[in-house]
């Protein structure tokens, strides 16, 4: 008998053998209930109290279903503007009495007084986008959700938000170094005293008595968790503690956290990681414990979700890794010290820490601590005065940090975007501006000092030359004779050289390896009214040149580095031209027609170095 399984035949169904895939319908009957989030959170809604009750319940269903998995609401906040922002449009409609019954009864008229009773309240035009957007949303989804049938002037009118201009809105700035400086000062002081804490806990104090029953109840949390204000064992220390005249204020939180994070702990470790790898403050919020992978020589990288990015929502980035002062050391930490509690409360978030008497995971609603967090450490503003820490604004400090690390390189700052989205968004905010304002003035001040370093001479000036040597010889370049110049004897295409042996960019004695246009500023270069004509036609060349190229090939390889010649401020971010240099001597100099040469390894141009 063979040992080998038999050829399979191809098995074909009719349609009499498919069943039919059961699709829930959305059967929201009620106006109290849960929305669960996409983030592991819940949001609550209540629209009982609205009217008219069927465009509430619409409104419960998109917000249920913009809410759902795959939805464009992805987090809990988002989801609670939401909530919070449909009954105004409730408000209106109740205050001009202008309820509809039905749903065709709902015309665009409604929406239009919307928008013109919020400007009437004084909203802003931004703010009054942000709110009239949220209803057009909400709109839209009742009506591509097919149980409610507007009319169809409503449709028309929900294609757009509104028809007002709308004024630029401003960026979020970046913080100043200064500012960054003392945050990150700030947070690495306090993760090392988390380290020193967690790792060699001090008794609370040095009472026998009172340092066993610490003991017992440190015990009770190990097997329990926590321990509750109810509990006698903390009630019997309380006790003792009051007898010997010791504070209480903040006794259960001194006993959790010789054990676990707390939420003082999570603002100043939030605020490290963003500063030292820019993750956005929801990306920061949704690590997840084993959000570290791939780790080689030295580096991690980090995973986690960007549920604003459409279609790439999955995200690494790739840090340093080594103690808590990196990135992927700290969060290797925080992964050991959440260890503990993760036997009592089951979670896969990063953020797992002791907090209003219990154990709490994720981070919502931190800006009161925040604020306690900088007022302890007295973070100031640039002015010395108390400092307002907003989290969202610590991704640009970060890319502006990288920005000046970088010298404006946009090849080398643009990490995660393109050069037009980095310079857009990252590049262009107010906190760089004094840094490209003094750029473009060292660029403008450099290149007059280039024009002006080669030495032009009217009719008049030769003839002053002329008559007077000593004169000459003083104005002219060093170790030239002035005379020899004026007669032409030194001549090359665009201006007479005073030094083809001695120039200042070669070694001396050795030939000048620039190319001929390099002559324009030179400082050994002397240029005379009989050059004026060989000057007029090489502008004019390169004129017809430039309508030849595009603006990126002009930008870039092709144009001639002396007429369109990046300063020392700028050049790091502008591509170097091409190898292939003119070289031009006194014995070809008229000749229009110069020889190349490809540079030798001995002479070759410098290439762009990365710092």
């Not at 009864?105 to 919020?118: I, K, N, R, T, Y």
């Not at 995200?315 to 993760?342: E, M, N």
């Not at 070694?507 to 620039?514: E, H, I, K, M, N």
């Amino acid at each position: 008998m063979n040992n080998r399984p038999r050829r399979g035949r191809p098995v074909t169904f009719g349609r009499e053998f498919v069943v039919p895939l059961q699709v829930s319908a959305d059967v929201v009957s009620g106006l109290r209930f849960n929305i669960q989030t996409q983030d592991c959170g819940e949001v609550s809604l209540d629209y009982a109290h609205l009217k008219p009750r069927w465009l509430a319940l619409a409104f419960a269903r998109a917000l249920r279903r913009l809410a759902g998995l795959g939805g464009p609401l992805s987090v809990r906040s988002t989801v609670v503007v939401y909530v919070r922002t449909l009954p105004l449009f409730f408000a209106y409609m109740a205050e001009t009495e202008d309820v509809p019954d039905a749903p065709e009864l709902l015309q665009a008229g409604h929406v239009d007084g919307f928008e013109a009773w919020l400007a009437a309240k004084g909203k802003s035009t931004i703010h009054l986008l942000f709110i009239l957007t949220k209803i057009i949303v909400a709109l839209r989804e009742v009506a591509s959700e097919g149980a409610v049938t507007f009319s169809e002037q409503l449709c028309d009118r929900l294609a757009y938000v509104t028809l007002r201009p709308i004024p630029p809105s401003r960026p979020r700035d970046a913080y100043s170094p200064y500012i960054a400086r003392q945050l990150r000062d700030a947070a690495r002081a306090d993760i090392m005293g988390i380290v020193q804490r967690l790792r060699d806990p001090k008794p609370m104090n040095s009472h026998s008595g009172l340092l066993a029953m610490e003991k017992e109840i440190h015990a009770h949390i190990e097997a329990k968790g926590i321990v509750r204000h109810t509990d006698p064992k903390y009630h019997v220390l309380n006790d003792a503690r009051r007898v010997h005249g010791l504070s209480s204020e903040r006794l259960c939180h001194q006993l959790h956290e010789r054990h676990y994070l707390t939420f003082h702990d999570v603002i100043p470790l939030m605020v490290f990681l963003a500063l030292e790898t820019g993750l956005e403050p929801e990306c920061c919020k949704s690590l997840r414990v084993d959000c570290l992978r791939n780790p080689a020589n030295g580096t991690v990288e980090i995973a986690y979700i960007k549920r604003r990015a459409r279609g790439a929502e999955h995200k690494t980035l790739r840090v340093r890794d080594g103690g808590p002062r990196t990135p992927g050391g700290l969060i290797r930490h925080v992964i050991a010290w959440t260890a503990t509690a993760r036997k009592h409360r089951s979670t896969d978030c990063l953020w797992l820490y002791y907090g209003l008497g219990g154990l709490k995971s994720g981070v919502n609603h931190p800006q009161q601590r925040i604020d306690a967090w900088t007022t302890q450490h007295n973070i100031r503003n640039d002015d010395g005065r108390p400092f307002h820490l907003t989290l969202s604004r610590l991704r640009k400090t970060h890319k502006a940090l990288w920005y000046l690390k970088t010298e404006g390189h946009m090849t080398r700052f643009a990490v995660g975007h393109t050069k037009e989205v980095a310079a857009r968004h990252y590049a262009n905010v107010p906190a760089l501006l004094p840094l490209h304002e003094s750029t473009i003035a060292d660029a403008f001040t450099e290149a007059v000092t280039s024009a002006l370093s080669s030495t032009v001479l009217t009719p008049e000036q030769e003839e002053t030359w002329r008559d007077d040597p000593v004169l000459a010889s003083e104005a002219a370049p060093a170790g030239c004779d002035p005379i020899s110049l004026l007669d032409g004897k030194q001549d090359i295409w665009l201006a007479s050289c005073g030094g083809f042996f001695s120039g200042p960019y070669a070694d001396p004695g050795s030939p000048c390896s620039q190319p001929f246009w390099g002559c324009l500023e030179c400082p050994n270069a002397v240029i005379t009214a009989r050059k004026l004509p060989a000057v007029l036609s090489f502008l004019a060349f390169i004129e017809d040149q430039r309508l030849s190229l595009s603006a990126s090939h002009w930008a870039g390889s092709s144009q001639p580095r002396t007429l369109a010649s990046p300063c020392r401020s700028c050049q790091r971010s502008v591509r170097r031209p091409s190898r292939r240099h003119v070289v031009c001597s006194p014995a070809n100099r008229y000749s229009t027609t110069c020889h190349r040469r490809r540079y030798s390894e001995g002479h070759r141009q410098p290439s762009h170095r990365h710092y």
